[in-house]
């Protein structure tokens, strides 16, 4: 698979949302660019913005095996891998398997459960395995979570440990909806209550894993020049000297940040990155790998204030 077809797919799957998600390109685009790069993404917004809606839209359009979980606070983590159960008819010990065993996961208000539940995905993001009483599981080499969460300021809540945030390769804040939008919205799912049915709007899958898997492989063939890389790295490095953040971004915000660079450029047509593609990232890659410090957050500036502010006074390569 080349570029221009890597390309041509993601308008397909543009086209299906489409049929059923009224906006969000810039959410879809995100979406596309870290299943092209191989990565996991993260989506916060008030409730009712359709962060899950859109969710599972796009596992029906890409034709992923899909699960979902919803996350509560009573959640286990065995409620999530799964674990092995005595079969008194055989006499045996057998894996009865969690929900995590699929391609694309849908991990709904992951910030609705505590910190123990929400470690369970930490190995299956990062090597895409699971181990179950110390037996390793493989899972898909496509496997994707695609998570969802409601502002920390929302009751219920508890906050994502940052082992766990830095495994997200976006975190992307979800607005409100424009008057037309919204007005769109209300007419197309202002029938009935409740969780619109996808059928019924007819996405279809357009692809598979297969042609997913040859997609990413074209990614990884974009041309990253030295002064690029150097462009990314002076970034990162940046933010850990950055007066406004008690802590940066790590070594893996860097690559993370490549390869996405590298997605973007193949959504755009193009065999080589440019500055403008890691610009455009930066920020839903790296707003959950900083923390602000004391003094920045007493000022009340934000994250991605300062982010952008690193952006800034770093030269980028003509």
Known sequence: MNIAEVQALAQRIRDELAKAVVGQTETVNLMLTALFAGGHILLEGPPGTAKTFLARCFARAIGLDYGRIQFTPDLMPGDIVGANLFDFRSGAFSLVKGPIFCELLLADEINRTPPKTQAALLEAMQERTVTIDGKAYPLSNRFTVVATQNPLEQQGTYPLPEAQLDRFLFKHELGYPTLEQERAIVMGHGAKAGQPDIAAFGVAAVTNGETLNAAVAAVSTVRLTNEIVGYVVGLIRATREFADFSSGASPRAAAM???????????????????????????????????????????????????????????APR
């Not at 920020?283 to 500036?301: F, K, M, Y």
Request: charged share 30%.
């Open 257 to 315: 940040l490549a390869i996405a660079a590298r997605a973007r450029a193949t959504l755009e047509g193009r065999e080589y990155v440019i500055p403008d593609d890691v610009k455009a990232l930066a920020l839903p890659a790296l707003r959950h790998r900083v923390i602000l410090s004391p003094a920045a957050e007493i000022d009340g500036r934000k994250v991605d204030d300062a982010l952008r502010a690193v952006i800034d006074q770093v030269e």
